[in-house]
Every structure is written in C-alpha cells, then in structure tokens.
C-alpha cells in the first residue's frame, strides 16, 4: 500500500503513523533487548523531558532490526514514529525536512528559522506522542544537535559508536550478539521454513550459531549461502569447513567484528562473481557500485544502470530527455535483483517515491529501491575492490547518480531531489575520500551542490563547490562552461550560507572574477548556457548590496555582469532574471500595478518550491502593500510563513521579506491611521519572531532588521521588556542603508533613548488582556495645515513635537495633565531634547475684550490679570525645556471645551502654551497672555516623573512612553523630510538633532499625514 494512502487510513487511529519509512524488522523477537529498551523508554509517554536510548553495536548486530521490533511492538504507545537517515548530515537534514512538512500539514504550530527549529518547536507542541530513530548514526556528536530537547516523545539512536552520548537523559544499550535459541530459530526459520527442527539437525544448527558468533547478518548471509550453493540444511557442515578455512587473515578483517561474518561474506561474494549468468555480473557490478551510496532506499534503477553506460552516453543523453535507466530486456532487472540478493547481501527496501499503483514494488519501475548493510559495503569497498574498480566504481555511480539530479531538477521535481540527495553527499564525500577527481566527479559535485542549494542547504554545498573548482583549475583541457558555471554557483553558495555576508566578499569577489574571466570562451561554446550562467552571478552579486556598497572589486563586478546581462539577450526561453529586475525596478518606483499584472501570470507558471517564485511572492506582496490592499497582502504574508515553515528557500528570503514590507508598512504604523496596515506588520513581525527562534541560523543583516521592527512592535503594545531584548540583539552596524537613508537607524536609535528610560519597574508591565496592536488610538485630527507646516518649515524641533504630538493625539478621550506631559517628555527625550517636569497650580482668567495691550505692561496685570476670580483652576503639569529656553502647558488644549460656552474660541485656543523663558521661569507667579484668556503658574517645582505620577496606573504610563515614541518618530520624519537646505539648517540650529539627522540622509520615501 502506498504510505500516502496508509497515513490517511490510520489517522485518526490511536495506532503509530510511520511518517517516513523504517527499514524491515527480524522475524524473530529479542525479547531481553525489548525489554532493556522499554526500563529506558517507558510508556505510555508521560514526560516532556525527552530520554534518549542510544542502541550500540557493530553493524549487522541487529540495532535497526530492534528499534523497528520496538516501534512495531509499542505502536500503540505513540502517534507518530519519525525514521530519521543519520548517516550524514545532509542525510538528517532531508529527513528533517519531510518531518517540518509533515508536522505543518497536520496544523502543528511550528516556529524557528530553519528546519531543526521548526522540528524542534513543532515536536514540543505535539499533543500527542512520538517517538524519533535517529539510524545509522555515523558521528553521534554532530547528530547530537539534532536530539529534540523536548516534547512528549522518545528517542532511539543506533549507532557503531559506543559511549559517545552521555548526560542525564541519556541511557546507552550495548546490543549483544542473538541468543543460542533466538539464533537457532532464524536458522530454522530460514532454512527449514514452518518445519520443526530436533535432533540431529537442531544441533547442527546450534553449532553453526556458535562459528557464527550468533551474529544476525551472519546468519542471514549463511543461510542464503546454504539455500543457494549446498542444498540447505544438508550442507552445513560443508559450510562450516568453508568458512573455518583460511581465517588467518585477521589484518583484513575490520576491528571488533567476528572474522566467521567477515568469512561468510567472502564466500557470498566469491560464489557471485564466479557465477557466469549475465544477471550476476550485472549484479556483481551493481553491488560494488552501492558500496559508494547512502546504505537505504537506493534507487535500483541507478545501480543497474552504472553497468550499461559510459561516459560519453552519457554526455550525449540530455536530462531534458529524461532520466537514464537500465532499460535492457536481457537479462531483465528483475533477475538482476534476485540475483544481488540470492546471498542475503542486499534487500528491497520501501519505494523512494510514492506511487498510486503498485508499480513501485517491481524491480523494473522507477521507485524500487534496495539497501546494503553497512558492514558489507564497507567490506566490498575494502577487500573486494582494487584501486582501479573504486575508480571505475566510484566514476560509474557519479556519473548516473549526477544526470538524475539534473534531470530531476530540471523538472523542478522537488520530492525526488530530496530522496536523491543523500545518495550524491555519500558518492561525493567517496570521491573525496578516495582521493578520485575527474571530469565524471566533477559533474557529480557540482550537480549535488546545486541540488543543495535548490533545496535551501546552502552550507552543505561549499566544499563540493571548491572542490569541483580546484579540480578545473589542474585540469589539462579546459572546461569553460563549466568552469564558468562552477564559481558562479560557489559565489551564490557562500553568499547563501554567510552569517555575516562581509566576512566573505573577498572570497566571493575571486570567485565572480573567475566567473568573468570564462564568460568569453563560454560564449563560443554555448551561448545560452553562458547567458544564463551570467544571470545567476549577476543576482548573486546583487544580493551581497547593501554591504558590499564600499567594496571597489565587488562594484567592478556588479558592473561588468550588468554590461554582459545587457550584451547577451536569452535566444531561448523567457529572461526570468530580466523579467524580476524590471519587476524590482517598478517596485522601487512605485509602479505597483504594473508590476502586478507582469508577477502573477509568472507566479502562476511556476511550483511554489522554486526559487523564482519566492521572489515573486515577496514582490508581488510588496506591491500589494504599496497599493494599500491590505487584507491581500496580510493573506501574503501569512501564506509566505506557511511555505517558509516547509520550504527553505523561503526561510532564506524571510529577511529581506520582512524587512521590505514591514517597511512599506510603516507610515500606516507609526500615525495609526489604518488598522489594516497595522494587522500586516503584525504578521510580518510575527513571521520574524518565528524566523528568529533560530538565532545562528540568519545573517546578520536580516537578524538586525527583524529586531528593530519586532522591538518597534513590541513598543506598541506596551512590551518594554521584549523591545529591550530585541533591541539588544541589533547590531547597529549591520542595518540597510537605502540610497543613503537608514530609517531603520533613526528607529533603532529613537527605540533604544525610549526603552532605556522607561522605569524598570514599568518595563516588565504585562497587559491583563491582549492589547491590540493598533498603535493606541492613534488618529489625526483636523489641524489647520498652516500651523502644521509653520511648526516644521522654521526648523524649531521643540515646536514640531508639540504639533505632531496634537495631532496624533486629536479625537482621543481626554486625560490628566500629567500623561500628556509625560507623553512629551518622551517624545523629547527620544529626539535628544532634554526637557524636566514642572508641577503647577494653573489658574485661568478671561481677558477683556479689548485685550492687546503690551505684554510688558505691568500696570496691565496687576489690573486686569490678578485678583480676577479664574473661570478654570487646577493642577497641572508642565515642561521647562532647555535648549532653547521654553515653558510648555501642553495641557492648555484640552481645557478649551471646558469653557467655550463663555469665551470666544479660535483654533488659536488649542495651540499649547509654549514661551520662551528666562532664568527665573520658576519665579511665582509666571503669566502669559494668550488671545482670549490669560493663564497663569504658582507654586512652580520640578518633580522626579515617579514621584509625581503616585499610583495611578502602570499602563497609562507605558502608553505615555509609546505614544511619546510614535510622537517623536512622525516628527523628525517630517522634520527630515524637508529640503536638503532646511535638514542642514535644522542641524546647525539644533546640536542635539545632528547625529539622528545622520541617520536619516536625504529625503524619505515616506507619506506624511
């Protein structure tokens, strides 16, 4: 049955869903070993403390065989059984791929940059639980990374590595050979079938145990051996003869293992190769060329093929044309297959791709795959081939292994890719092993490394790269093409994998410049391969800006691809690279729906895995915010987060994603004036805090941007303590520049004087209910436009606060005197303006109508100001700010309503107080005179901001530190928004303006209210 179709029945089951396929277990139950396992792993699971049973032993000892007999006997107790290929790290990271995607398909909540953190997450949130085998372990320390640290789950490990593991968790089971009785029964079984065995026969068969060391793999490869070449049980004590014979051989024998299992693999293979069926040397030749594989679910039909085809054929066959097969009808596959496993050296294992028939289970289809125990590769490596068969084996399994990974990639064939890719890491670490490099080889390198690359494993792909290039550089006739073809996916590689993308411009500089230096002999040869290739270094060179702005070679470089993108048009085909640039081109000028309507038939052509569409799709969002189609584009984002969670190619580009849209989100953020907009940048916030639950794994540029717009956000809904911890994991350094401005540089810089201030005992503040992120109410009100443009044209920041602050604050409820000033006082602080808090009495009197006399009158005011009885009286609150010297009762305003009905009101009325001040500001009492009324101070005093709150509430005081945020943040856009000739005036005016004036070169792309 199809696994696809086995998950579906039995999922709403409370029975084990093998999520990837285990390998075949024994027929006969180790009982004391199942029951060592369960004191370590016992169920049902109850824990979310994770134990781990590490199974120890030499290959053919039966550790596989025994994970899978517990899988099969507790399936009961778990939900889900992940079978995780470890023999590398490529390996486990396929294999932990499949486990994000099946995670994400059953609605697991998984968070994390990269698939360990989506694994991870996701296992931990399981409800139900599950059990991980981690097989075939080749190095248990860098596995150990890959050990889910919680969830409610077990762990079992094999592995040939005793006592490499230890910690708390962890407890290690030394697997011994089979039992006298377990090891008669195989026999027995295999030899004699349902029959009984007494007597005369049972003893035999105990004694052949005994020669055998009661080692599993012995005991299948004899039994084979006896069924094939001596009639069965009758021929045991030929057999024995056979392999007690010629045992002083020790030296070749690998260390720890019994020379008998050794011995009966000799004889297996030496029976094969002497067999003079055409479906044995076939066979023969297929088993030497597995040596060089992963040791599960090898394609049969790549096995088989590496003995019909050459170097050339294959040259000559063009992966557009298909894949490459064995396709003889003599002697057919099927009989090949029986005759790699007539010795017990190899068995079928599950299909590597999912079929909807059962085609997959003939030797002949497509799917059907085989496995090698690992100790009879390594002994068919080792002992059975000279120098010159690893040669022509390991250059055999290159050579067809490398054009399938062609073929399927260039079908875009994503599923088979991920099945093949374990095979090409293991061909290729051989290759280097053994020491062979050539043509065939380099093929296989860089054919895995691209692969690799597709499949978002950048940093598996590196040494494959350099590798394949050394070898051009020794190589006797060149290979333009793909000389050319090898630097630039090398450049593209270490670009990829690169936390920190400066540390390898020089590296990648040599190689684009290589790259270059092929360009003109590879056009003579293939011009449209050659083109291609140029586009693909061109996006890399691209994707080093904005860090590489200073780098003179890297520029050079830019250049040139960009003359040879315009000197070559594709002759075949559509100039995707082209097509983007120009999309990208639009996007920059704001162009949206233009660029629109050319993206989505694009998108429509293409599988959501390839790298294309994930431009696409962060473009196409773009787009759709600068549109201002906000609920389109929030489906965006969340979609993109879903594939990311799935797909790496996605979690690459999370960064410059989140980073381009939270971007375009901005404006609407900081003035509150779309709650739409504010529900996007939420997601795209949300999507980076998921991508950084996976700190390594992000460079550093992505990681910078990520923090400052998730500390913004964190600031909105009053969360101090998260802003600061994501303030602090920004390198100041590392923000994007964009054509010379950093508004991302003002913001870090405006979060971090406004997070430092608030009171830590504030700063831990948590909401009783969630708080929309809705930047608080933030709405604007109907200022007249020309006290708005006054306030910033004459450069006087102080004044360009105080009416931004009006506006934003326009149709909100009123509140007490001492949240408004403290809301100022944050906006000042956060634009470098020192201001203090003064406490006042604030007394209110009507002017006469004819009031226009001199301020300086003091006849005046001790005539008609003071002794009047004040139509309003109270305390308020008040800042002195210092440079320049000014007063400000930014609570005025507000009480405008209170006496409207007995004054004439202009919009003059709810302009604040703001004075310019002498020293003796705090003299009793300070009037001044407005157009309609006349205020005046007493019992002026500065207060510490704590003290003068009391206890009144700690959210209103976190919303007075946002809202101040937000304040000074629309102001100095505006401010800065200005000419070049104001924004200079504005920093020679104001010293403390200069460094965030910095920040901010040129004019914002920005809309203002």
Not at 106 to 120: H, N, S, T, Y
Not at 390 to 399: D, F, Q, R, V, Y
Not at 511 to 540: F, H, S, W
């Amino acid at each position: 049955m199809d696994p696809g179709v086995a998950r579906a029945l039995l999922q709403s089951k409370d029975w084990a869903i093998h999520v990837l396929p285990a390998p075949r277990s024994t027929d006969v139950a180790r009982r004391s070993v199942l029951a060592d396992v369960a004191s370590s792993l016992s169920t049902p699971v109850n824990s979310q403390g994770v134990p781990i049973c590490v199974l120890s032993g030499l290959s053919g000892i039966g550790k596989s065989s025994i994970a899978t007999a517990w899988a099969d006997d507790r399936a009961d107790a778990y939900s889900e059984i992940y079978w995780i290929d470890a023999s590398n790290t490529g390996s486990i990271a396929t294999s932990f791929g499949l486990v994000a995607e099946w995670l994400a398909s059953r609605g697991v909540r998984i968070l994390g940059a990269d698939v360990l953190g989506k694994v991870f997450s996701g296992l931990a949130a399981c409800a139900k639980p599950w059990l991980m085998v981690f097989d075939n372990v080749g190095d248990p320390r860098a596995a150990a990374e890959w050990i889910p640290p919680r969830g409610l789950g077990h762990v079992i490990i094999t592995t040939v590595r005793p006592r490499s593991l230890t910690g708390p968790r962890i407890s290690e089971i030394e697997i011994p050979q089979m039992s006298i009785s377990e090891s008669v029964q195989l026999l027995s079984l295999r030899l004699a079938g349902n029959s009984p065995v007494a007597g005369e026969q049972a003893a035999k068969l105990t004694s052949l145990a005994g020669k055998l060391y009661r080692w599993p793999l012995a005991l299948e490869i004899a039994s084979a051996y006896l069924l094939n070449c001596l009639g069965g049980m009758s021929g045991i004590d030929e057999f024995e003869r056979l392999v007690m014979r010629s045992l002083d051989d020790e030296d070749s024998v690998p260390h720890g293992y019994p020379n008998t299992l050794v011995r009966a693999i000799d004889l297996s293979w030496h029976q094969m190769i002497n067999r003079e069926d055409a479906a044995y040397k076939h066979a023969v030749f297929a088993l030497q060329c597995s040596g060089f594989t992963g040791s599960r679910q090898i394609p049969l039909q790549i096995l088989l093929t590496t003995s019909i085809v050459n170097f050339d054929a294959v040259l000559e066959h063009n992966p557009s044309d298909g894949f490459i097969g064995y396709g003889l009808s003599e002697p057919p596959a099927g009989e090949i297959f029986r005759a790699m496993r007539s010795y017990s050296l190899t068995y079928s294992d599950i299909p590597f791709t999912a079929s909807d028939t059962n085609e997959d289970i003939n030797p002949s289809s497509f799917g059907f795959s085989v496995q090698v125990n690992e100790i009879v590769q390594s002994i068919i490596r080792e002992r059975f081939l000279s120098r010159q068969l690893t040669e022509n084996s390991i250059n055999a399994i290159a050579l067809v292994a490398q054009h399938w990974l062609s073929a399927a990639h260039e079908r875009r064939n994503f599923d088979l890719l991920q099945a093949l890719v374990g095979h090409a890491i293991a061909a290729s670490d051989y290759a280097i092993q053994y020491d062979v490099a050539n043509i065939a080889i380099a093929f296989l390198w860089g054919n895995a490394a691209t692969v690799l690359r597709t499949l978002g494993y950048a940093e598996l792909a590196v040494p494959y790269l350099r590798h394949e290039l050394d070898l051009f550089h020794n190589e006797p006739t060149p290979v333009p093409i793909y000389h050319m073809q090898t630097a630039a996916t090398l450049a593209d590689v270490l670009i990829q994998s690169a936390e920190d993308r400066r540390a390898i411009l020089d590296e990648a500089s040599t190689v684009l410049e290589e790259c270059l230096g092929q360009v003109p002999k590879a056009l003579t040869i293939d011009y449209n391969v050659t083109a291609n290739t140029v586009r693909t270094a061109m996006a890399a060179t691209l994707s080093l800006f904005p860090e590489a702005a200073e780098h003179q070679r890297i520029c050079a470089i830019r250049d040139e691809f960009a003359r040879l993108v315009d000197a070559t048009p594709l002759s075949e085909g559509p100039d995707t690279f082209e097509a983007i640039m120009e999309i990208g081109r639009m996007v920059q000028s704001s162009e949206y729906e233009e660029a629109r309507s050319l993206i989505e038939p694009m998108l429509g052509e293409r599988d959501v895995r390839d790298p294309e569409a994930v431009s696409l799709m962060r473009l196409l969002t773009e787009c759709l915010v600068g549109l201002g189609e906000w609920e389109s584009a929030r489906t965006k984002v969340n979609t993109f987060a879903e594939r990311a969670r799935k797909i790496k190619t996605y979690q690459e580009e999370a960064g410059i994603f989140c980073r381009n849209v939270g971007i375009g989100c901005f404006a609407e953020v900081v003035y509150g004036r779309n709650i739409d907009a504010i529900k996007v940048f939420d997601a795209v916030v949300d999507f980076f805090d998921e991508t950084l639950a996976d700190s390594g794994k992000m460079d550093l540029v992505a990681r910078s941007t990520g923090s400052v717009l998730s500390a913004l956000r964190a600031c909105i809904i009053h969360d101090f303590q998260t802003a600061a911890l994501r303030l602090a994991d920004v390198q100041f350094e590392n923000l994007p520049k964009f054509g010379g401005t950093s508004l991302l540089g003002l913001t870090y810089q405006l979060l971090t004087r406004v997070v430092g201030a608030v009171p830590a005992k504030l700063a831990t503040y948590t909401e009783s209910e969630p708080v929309q992120s809705t930047a608080n109410g933030h709405q604007i009100s109907n200022i007249p436009p020309r006290i708005h443009h006054w306030a910033v044209a004459e450069s006087r920041p102080s004044t360009a606060v105080l009416t931004t602050q009006w506006r934003l604050a326009g149709g909100r409820p009123a509140r007490e005197p001492i949240e408004i000033a403290t809301e100022l006082m944050y906006a000042f602080l956060a634009s470098g303006i020192k201001a203090s808090l003064v406490e006042a009495k604030l007394d209110v009197f009507l002017a006469s109508g004819d009031f226009g006399i001199s301020e300086n009158s003091e006849p005046y005011w001790n005539s008609n100001a003071i002794g009047r009885v004040p139509v309003f009286a109270s305390k308020t609150y008040g800042l002195r700010v210092d440079s320049p010297n000014i007063f400000i009762d930014p609570t005025v305003p507000a009480l405008a309503p209170r006496y409207r009905n007995i004054t004439r009101h202009s919009v003059e009325e709810e302009f604040p107080v703001l004075s310019p001040s002498s020293r003796d500001i705090f003299s009793s009492p300070f009037i001044l005179p407005r157009s309609h009324h006349i205020v005046r101070y007493r019992n002026m005093e500065s207060k510490e901001l704590l003290d003068a709150w009391g206890d009144r509430s700690e959210r209103a005081h976190v919303e007075c530190a946002t809202n101040g945020l937000l304040t000074a943040m629309c102001s100095l856009v505006e401010q800065f928004s200005q000419p070049k000739e104001r924004v200079s005036q504005i920093s020679a005016m104001h010293p403390q303006l200069r460094e965030l004036v910095g920040l901010y070169r040129g004019v914002a792309n920005l809309p203002t209210a």
